[in-house]
């Protein structure tokens, strides 16, 4: 199993860094939720990535860690 970092980035304006965190927050909380991420792998590999919304829907409803290849 490999580990990566993954990002979700959105631009707010704010008076403060916190401010712009409980902005992300409210927007994750309220807001389908995000397609568009940057991954980083353990060798520092960044990709950027645009997922289908059917597809993720589609994944997100199936519990994976029943899959063997996950065990």
Do not use: C
Request: proline letters at 4%.
């Amino acid at each position: 199993m490999h580990k990566f970092a993954v990002s979700v980035v959105r631009e707010f304006e704010a008076d403060t860094a916190e401010e712009a965190a409980l902005l992300m927050y409210q927007y994750l909380t309220r807001e389908p939720a995000p397609l568009f991420f940057s991954v980083t792998d353990e060798a520092k590999n960044i990709t950027s990535l645009t997922l289908d919304r059917e597809k993720a829907d589609e994944f997100a409803t199936i519990d994976h860690t029943a899959d063997p290849g996950n065990w």
